[in-house]
């Protein structure tokens, strides 16, 4: 038969068993409980992280997008894009690289 582990410092009749067994459970729940809480506001704090950091991305980017999906943009030659433009663009490019590669981590960490 099965009996509760009793330590040196304390005695325990079959009546306070599952007083004890309570006791353990209820602590046992507690614990879990913040744990629980502290692992959900870390992960909140992460997502808000991680939402500011794509919304600064997004800042520069989706002008960029809407300036290549443009039917300007789309009908002209490739003669007509200036390289300056195009070095302008590869700046532009390495420039938010850090941005990028921060998004980047923050979604393989999690």
């Not at 300056?84 to 980047?104: F, G, P, T, V, W």
Request: charged share 30%; glycine share 2%; proline share 4%.
């Amino acid at each position: 038969m099965w009996q509760l582990p009793i330590s040196d410092d304390q005695n325990c009749v079959p009546e306070e068993g599952p007083i004890i067994i309570r006791q353990k459970l209820d602590d046992l729940h507690a614990r879990c409980e913040q744990d629980h809480d502290k692992r959900l506001s870390s992960m909140k704090d992460k997502l808000s992280d991680f939402e500011s950091a794509l919304n600064g991305l997004e800042v520069w980017l989706l002008p960029k997008i809407s300036r290549v999906e443009s039917m300007e943009f789309m009908t002209q030659d490739l003669i007509q894009i200036s390289d300056a433009e195009i070095q302008h663009c590869r700046q532009e490019i390495d420039d938010h690289s850090c941005e990028y590669n921060m998004i980047h981590n923050m979604l393989k960490s999690s």
